[in-house]
């Protein structure tokens, strides 16, 4: 792989990444105005933020993909991976970052979900 392209997948990585953590903390946010506000049971705080990590994953896929224009899966992968760890980094300045179980469900469900993204995203032929 050349320099440029090199380059070209290094920026494509962290724009999508940051796509991603934005459009997953908006989720975040409106999930804490919602507990805030109503009555939601504590069962479903956990899965519904791994449900929100994942669309923030995809978010970022996409975007990253999107802007590169090949490579879907690989800028999709690549985005998920530094997304996680941006994730699992500020879990542990907040105090809850082990890396256990839980997180490795995380991480693969943010990576997944980011690949298909990515794959969408090169992919996506806007209609007139």
Request: net charge positive.
């Amino acid at each position: 792989m050349s320099e440029k392209n090199l380059k070209k997948f290094a920026v494509c990585t962290a724009i999508g990444s940051g796509i991603g953590i934005i459009s997953a903390s908006i989720l975040i946010f409106l999930m804490a105005a919602a507990l805030a506000v109503g009555d939601i049971p504590a069962l479903l705080i956990s899965p519904a933020t791994v449900i929100m990590l994942a669309f923030g994953g995809f978010c970022g896929g996409f975007a990253g993909a999107k802007l590169s224009g090949e490579k879907g899966l690989l800028c999709g992968v690549l985005s998920g991976i530094v997304f996680f760890l941006i994730a699992w980094a500020a879990g542990g300045f907040f105090g809850t970052g082990g890396f256990g179980t839980a997180a490795i469900i995380k991480a693969a469900m943010i990576i997944i979900a980011s690949s298909l993204g990515g794959i969408i995203g090169v992919n996506y032929i806007k209609r007139k």
